[in-house]
């Protein structure tokens, strides 16, 4: 297993070694991050000497290192993807996360497993069949509702497998696993780490009779995530993993998120801590901050819970996939171009609210096209009634629509940029000092929170003080001087017969010596996750037929699903054998619905009930068309559209340059 059950896990994502470890040191008990090659983000790969850093580290604190291994791969890439596997559990990580299901065919260390939200976890059948196969952590879909997640954890031994779900961050319109958009017009696969992200364009929505429904709008385009108020439903529905997205973001969105969700993780550990089912951290430590954490900092198209307290009309981000920020204002004056006036003023809506050189502030044009404006210089006019004068760095010629009564939203405060550029938080793992005397000399011994002692004796002549008061304190003190490592004291006691001098670079040497010590004995100390054992015999898929839905790409994740039972196995849509239209993206989320044309919406209307039908909708961008098809039972939107001729004859280029091995179900 990977958690207990009552421990909670606050999972960090990791571009490089160096966000890995300031999400360490800002409160994350686990970190994902991409190994040398095959995660699903394919510009955010990193070598093992990097991974050796970040794992020692977060060690330390009793953290853990999840490496991504979460593409689907081709025959010719597996022996490859073995040996990484490998490297990564020599360098000391914890856990691989895994999509693909032929690596469980395969000679793999004994690291533990865990399942990549590629798998599409949305059924309590699929959670328990990948529980039975292996994997001691599974991330469930982000489109489920808590009676969902509560119905798998009750289908599945929290003894055996953990739930973990996404908290924050960027959301996937389709069901991950199930977006093939990119690979049909652009030969890039989502499924191997390089979506063209076609979601975040803008569309036009037509219907059956070619009427506009909407007009340049990114009805595909989500708003991000944000599970802040359903913490204590997720705990209660069985999730133990608190997963943050973003393994292509900046510091700052690390520090900031893992700080946010570190605060109210603890605030409801401190809450549940001495009642009937306590809950405890995954990871040794306390953590404080320079700053006060805040998600609405970094970049968001604003934010929803998506469909963890059901469906809601508000989830898409359809007017921009940029990010529009705060509002701090409204425009009180306009500079005049042709006097060479390039400014503007603005007053801000509380007095205290501050504005920087650099910072960036943006607005909504009459068409609710979001425009920027970098602010060059900014004035205060007046204080007391919060005037500012603003100096862009563009013409106010340029800046579209900016008037008098435009509200203005920032969404870049250089101030905030600069406070997580600097070091800004502090872990440290609390323990217990003791001095006593010894025949030649003083002992400390340190003893941690997790029950780990580190013991120094040091030769010295007993010494009377002349003053016992100031020579109590100054042990004290000299002994607590923690500073420079990552341990703070809870208390320091002095089993003395006499009130003894030390000097103080006697005690600086025996407590660097203890605190060495103790270090040592946490590295020995450290345990390793299992590897969980699948079910012998081998336990059947709920399903005995597999289409290219399954994204079954090299002939070891064929052997697999053979082996627990499926018939008939269809080829990844990457193997180019679906020429034809086929549902290039499945959904939870809904164009009708979010038009208020959903026939269930208009159930019970006078006078609409039984006119409005879920007829197939268009969507259309430049000369790309897909068809939006709607299964009105499972409430779920088909995506439909064909891979381009284009890329077919740049995958027969590829192969004749340089043939690749995967699974196919016709000849080649």
Same mark, same amino acid.
Request: proline share 5%; net charge neutral; hydrophobic share 40%.
């Given at each position: 297993?990977?958690?207990?059950?009552?421990?909670?896990?606050?999972?960090?994502?990791?571009?490089? #070694?160096?966000?890995? =470890? *300031?999400?360490?040191? +800002? %409160? !994350?008990?686990? &970190?994902?991050?991409? @190994?040398?090659? $095959?995660?699903?983000?394919?510009?955010?790969?990193?070598?093992?000497?990097?991974?050796?850093?970040?794992?020692?580290?977060?060690?330390?604190?009793?953290?853990?290192?999840?490496?991504?291994?979460?593409?689907?791969?081709?025959?010719?890439?597996?022996?490859?993807?073995?040996?990484?596997?490998?490297?990564?559990?020599?360098?000391?990580?914890?856990?691989?996360?895994?999509?693909?299901?032929?690596?469980?065919?395969?000679?793999?260390?004994?690291?533990?497993?865990?399942?990549?939200?590629?798998?599409?976890?949305?059924?309590?059948?699929?959670?328990?069949?990948?529980?039975?196969?292996?994997?001691?952590?599974?991330?469930?879909?982000?489109?489920?509702?808590?009676?969902?997640?509560?119905?798998?954890?009750?289908?599945?031994?929290? #003894?055996?497998?953990? =739930? *973990?779900?996404?908290? +924050? %961050? !960027?959301?996937? &319109?389709?069901?991950? @696993?199930?977006? $093939?958009?990119?690979?049909?017009?652009?030969?890039?696969?989502?499924?191997?780490?390089?979506?063209?992200?076609?979601?975040?364009?803008?569309?036009?929505?037509?219907?059956?009779?070619?009427?506009?429904?909407?007009?340049?709008?990114?009805?595909?385009?989500?708003?991000?995530?944000?599970?802040?108020?359903?913490?204590?439903?997720?705990?209660?529905?069985?999730?133990?993993?608190?997963?943050?997205?973003?393994?292509?973001?900046?510091?700052?969105?690390?520090?900031?998120?893992?700080?946010?969700?570190?605060?109210?993780?603890?605030?409801?550990?401190?809450?549940?801590?001495?009642?009937?089912?306590?809950?405890?951290?995954?990871?040794?430590?306390?953590?404080?901050?320079?700053?006060?954490?805040?998600?609405?900092?970094?970049?968001?198209?604003?934010?929803?819970?998506?469909?963890?307290?059901?469906?809601?009309?508000?989830?898409?981000?359809?007017?921009?996939?940029?990010?529009?920020?705060?509002?701090?204002?409204?425009?009180?004056?306009?500079?005049?171009?042709?006097?060479?006036?390039?400014?503007?003023?603005?007053?801000?809506?509380?007095?205290?609210?501050?504005?920087?050189?650099?910072?960036?502030?943006?607005?909504?044009?009459?068409?609710?096209?979001?425009?920027?404006?970098?602010?060059?210089?900014?004035?205060?006019?007046?204080?007391?009634?919060?005037?500012?004068?603003?100096?862009?760095?563009?013409?106010?010629?340029?800046?579209?629509?900016?008037?008098?009564?435009?509200?203005?939203?920032?969404?870049?405060?250089?101030?905030?940029?600069?406070?997580?550029?600097?070091?800004?938080?502090?872990?440290?793992?609390?323990?217990?000092?003791?001095?006593?005397?010894?025949?030649?000399?003083?002992?400390?011994?340190?003893?941690?929170?997790?029950?780990?002692?580190?013991?120094?004796?040091?030769?010295?002549?007993?010494?009377?003080?002349?003053?016992?008061?100031?020579?109590?304190?100054?042990?004290?003190?000299?002994?607590?001087?923690?500073?420079?490592?990552?341990?703070?004291?809870?208390?320091?006691?002095?089993?003395?017969?006499?009130?003894?001098?030390?000097?103080?670079?006697?005690?600086?040497?025996?407590?660097?010596?203890?605190?060495a010590r103790l270090e040592a004995a946490r590295a020995a100390g450290f345990v390793r996750l299992p590897r969980a054992q699948p079910v012998e015999p081998p336990v059947p898929f709920p399903e005995?037929?597999?289409?290219?839905?399954?994204?079954?790409?090299?002939?070891?994740?064929?052997?697999?699903?053979?082996?627990?039972?499926?018939?008939?196995?269809?080829?990844?849509?990457?193997?180019?054998?679906?020429?034809?239209?086929?549902?290039?993206?499945?959904?939870?989320?809904?164009?009708?619905?979010?038009?208020?044309?959903?026939?269930?919406?208009?159930?019970?209307?006078?006078?609409?009930?039984?006119?409005?039908?879920?007829?197939?909708?268009?969507?259309?961008?430049?000369?790309?068309?897909?068809?939006?098809?709607?299964?009105?039972?499972?409430?779920?939107?088909?995506?439909?559209?064909?891979?381009?001729?284009?890329?077919?004859?740049?995958?027969?280029?590829?192969?004749?340059?340089?043939?690749?091995?995967?699974?196919?179900?016709?000849?080649?």
């Amino acid at each position: 297993m990977s958690l207990l059950p009552h421990q909670l896990e606050l999972l960090s994502p990791a571009r490089d #070694a160096d966000i890995g =470890i *300031e999400a360490i040191n +800002h %409160g !994350a008990d686990a &970190v994902y991050i991409g @190994g040398p090659a $095959f995660g699903a983000r394919a510009s955010a790969g990193n070598d093992i000497r990097a991974l050796e850093r970040l794992i020692r580290h977060a060690h330390r604190f009793g953290s853990r290192i999840f490496i991504t291994l979460n593409t689907i791969l081709r025959d010719d890439e597996l022996d490859d993807a073995r040996k990484m596997a490998w490297q990564v559990y020599e360098a000391g990580a914890d856990a691989l996360i895994i999509q693909d299901m032929g690596l469980l065919e395969l000679d793999l260390p004994p690291i533990q497993l865990h399942a990549s939200t590629q798998t599409d976890i949305r059924t309590p059948e699929k959670a328990r069949f990948l529980q039975d196969v292996g994997l001691s952590q599974i991330v469930l879909a982000r489109e489920l509702d808590l009676a969902q997640i509560a119905a798998i954890r009750a289908a599945t031994d929290p #003894a055996r497998t953990s =739930i *973990e779900f996404f908290i +924050h %961050g !960027a959301l996937c &319109v389709a069901y991950s @696993g199930q977006c $093939f958009i990119s690979h049909a017009h652009t030969g890039r696969s989502a499924n191997r780490g390089d979506c063209n992200q076609a979601c975040r364009l803008p569309y036009e929505v037509l219907d059956g009779q070619g009427r506009v429904l909407a007009h340049e709008k990114h009805v595909l385009s989500m708003k991000d995530n944000n599970q802040s108020d359903n913490l204590r439903a997720l705990i209660d529905a069985g999730v133990r993993s608190f997963k943050i997205e973003g393994r292509y973001k900046d510091m700052a969105y690390v520090k900031n998120i893992t700080a946010h969700y570190r605060r109210l993780l603890d605030e409801i550990i401190g809450e549940r801590e001495a009642g009937s089912a306590p809950l405890a951290r995954a990871s040794s430590g306390r953590t404080s901050f320079s700053f006060t954490p805040d998600p609405d900092q970094n970049f968001n198209r604003e934010f929803t819970d998506y469909f963890v307290n059901g469906r809601q009309q508000d989830i898409g981000a359809f007017d921009t996939p940029k990010t529009p920020g705060r509002a701090i204002g409204w425009v009180t004056r306009v500079g005049s171009a042709k006097a060479g006036e390039q400014w503007f003023e603005l007053e801000v809506n509380d007095p205290a609210t501050v504005l920087h050189n650099g910072d960036g502030l943006c607005y909504w044009d009459l068409q609710r096209e979001l425009i920027g404006v970098h602010i060059n210089r900014a004035e205060c006019q007046d204080a007391s009634a919060g005037r500012w004068r603003v100096f862009p760095k563009d013409p106010i010629a340029s800046l579209k629509d900016l008037r008098r009564g435009l509200e203005i939203n920032r969404n870049r405060d250089m101030d905030w940029v600069r406070q997580l550029a600097k070091t800004s938080s502090d872990r440290r793992i609390g323990l217990w000092a003791q001095l006593a005397e010894t025949p030649d000399g003083f002992a400390l011994t340190l003893t941690d929170e997790d029950g780990f002692v580190g013991s120094a004796h040091i030769g010295q002549p007993h010494e009377l003080a002349s003053d016992p008061t100031r020579a109590q304190a100054a042990l004290r003190e000299q002994i607590g001087r923690f500073g420079a490592t990552i341990f703070a004291a809870h208390d320091i006691a002095l089993e003395l017969s006499q009130p003894w001098f030390v000097p103080a670079s006697a005690l600086n040497q025996l407590r660097r010596d203890a605190v060495a010590r103790l270090e040592a004995a946490r590295a020995a100390g450290f345990v390793r996750l299992p590897r969980a054992q699948p079910v012998e015999p081998p336990v059947p898929f709920p399903e005995d037929t597999l289409t290219y839905l399954a994204n079954v790409f090299n002939h070891k994740a064929h052997d697999f699903y053979m082996k627990h039972g499926v018939k008939v196995i269809a080829a990844a849509y990457e193997s180019k054998e679906e020429a034809g239209e086929v549902s290039l993206m499945i959904t939870k989320h809904c164009v009708r619905y979010s038009l208020s044309l959903c026939p269930k919406q208009a159930k019970g209307v006078i006078g609409v009930k039984g006119t409005i039908r879920a007829e197939p909708l268009q969507l259309i961008n430049g000369k790309e068309r897909l068809t939006l098809r709607f299964d009105c039972k499972p409430c779920e939107m088909h995506v439909v559209g064909r891979i381009k001729k284009s890329v077919l004859h740049q995958h027969e280029r590829q192969m004749a340059e340089q043939p690749m091995q995967f699974y196919r179900t016709r000849p080649a």
